[in-house]
């Protein structure tokens, strides 16, 4: 048994060390924001926050992150008032909604190491698979989260 702190709160969690971090959230603590798309780092719908860098938690094992700060998509948007989610819903661009989890982790990521992304680095930092192929809208949707944060 271990200690992982989650979203600002301690869990006791009895796993293997080695178990991948994305099956702790969802199974151990019921965490079921972070979604399982492929399961070898490549779709990124399993993205999380590890001390503020994005992760895919599918290949991370849980022991690696005791002592470590871990968010989840539950956390960053607890009061749904992050100026990520409120670009993501004023350009509409969930469709299905599968990624929408770990694109929003990935993109939070970005702009607080880039407040003010280019193309190039939206196309180079954000890799997560979008089935509906919604990128232009999640594209938009970054620009608006840079301008929104910039705003205060």
Same mark, same amino acid.
């Given at each position: 048994?271990?200690?992982?702190?989650?979203?600002?709160?301690?869990?006791?969690?009895?796993? *293997?060390?080695? %178990?991948?971090?994305?099956?702790?959230?969802? $199974?151990?603590?019921?965490?079921?924001? %972070?979604?399982?798309?492929?399961?070898?780092?490549?779709?990124?719908?399993?993205?999380?926050?590890?001390?503020?860098? =994005?992760?895919? &938690?599918?290949?991370? +094992?849980?022991? &690696?992150?005791?002592? =470590?700060?871990?968010?989840?998509?539950?956390?960053?948007?607890?009061?749904?008032?992050?100026?990520?989610? &409120?670009?993501?819903?004023?350009?509409?661009? +969930?469709?299905?909604?599968?990624?929408? +989890?770990?694109?929003?982790?990935?993109? %939070? =990521?970005?702009?607080?190491?880039?407040?003010? +992304? %280019?193309?190039? $680095?939206? $196309?180079?930092?954000?890799?997560?698979?979008?089935?509906?192929?919604?990128?232009? *809208?999640?594209?938009? =949707?970054?620009?608006?989260? &840079?301008?929104?944060?910039?705003?205060?």
């Amino acid at each position: 048994m271990f200690t992982l702190r989650v979203n600002g709160k301690a869990h006791n969690v009895d796993v *293997e060390l080695d %178990t991948p971090l994305l099956w702790v959230l969802r $199974d151990t603590i019921g965490l079921t924001g %972070t979604k399982y798309g492929c399961g070898v780092s490549e779709c990124g719908c399993c993205t999380v926050h590890i001390n503020g860098q =994005a992760k895919r &938690s599918c290949v991370t +094992p849980a022991g &690696s992150v005791v002592g =470590a700060e871990v968010t989840t998509i539950e956390g960053l948007v607890e009061n749904r008032s992050h100026p990520v989610l &409120s670009a993501w819903i004023e350009e509409g661009v +969930p469709q299905c909604g599968y990624c929408q +989890p770990g694109q929003i982790m990935a993109v %939070t =990521a970005l702009l607080n190491r880039k407040p003010k +992304p %280019t193309d190039a $680095d939206i $196309d180079r930092d954000i890799t997560n698979i979008c089935r509906c192929g919604t990128y232009a *809208e999640i594209r938009k =949707a970054i620009h608006r989260a &840079s301008a929104l944060i910039a705003k205060g």
